[in-house]
Nanobody, 125 residues
Framework: VQLQASGGGLVQAGGSLRLSCVAS????????MGWFRQAPGKEREFVAG????????YYADSVKGRFTISRDNAKNTLYLQMNSLKPEDTAVYYC???????????????????WGQGTQVTVSS
């Protein structure tokens, strides 16, 4: 399974970006999916997660109210809409997924089996 993330770029503070992650698998709808990010010199951190059906979403406190995770199972695609971006959101963003992720562990990177290559998001002040 390959995950291909895209949509990153350079944006001013207060701006918006939409990240996409396309999965090369027909079983995408069976995977819990998530977005993580890693800033220089920092550990990878959870940003948002979404259930298999898309009915349940989970967010890090730092992005709650600004970011929205969604998925289109017919298109095997995961999204992250990022609004009101801040300089501290600057990082490489990774999509991740796995068939065995459970709700209680979806904030942990170690719970995911498949990872995308990452897309750089830079927010200028």
């Amino acid at each position: 399974v390959q995950l291909q993330a895209s949509g990153g770029g350079l944006v001013q503070a207060g701006g918006s970006l939409r990240l996409s992650c396309v999965a090369s698998t027909v079983t995408f709808s069976t995977y819990v999916m998530g977005w993580f990010r890693q800033a220089p010199g920092k550990e990878r951190e959870f940003v948002a997660g979404i259930s298999r059906s898309g009915n349940s979403q989970y967010y890090a406190d730092s992005v709650k109210g600004r970011f929205t995770i969604s998925r289109d199972n017919a298109k095997n695609t995961l999204y992250l809409q990022m609004n009101s971006l801040k300089p501290e959101d600057t990082a490489v963003y990774y999509c991740a997924g796995g068939p065995t992720v459970i709700t209680s562990s979806l904030r942990s990177a170690s719970a995911y089996y498949y990872w995308g290559q990452g897309t750089q998001v830079t927010v200028s002040s």
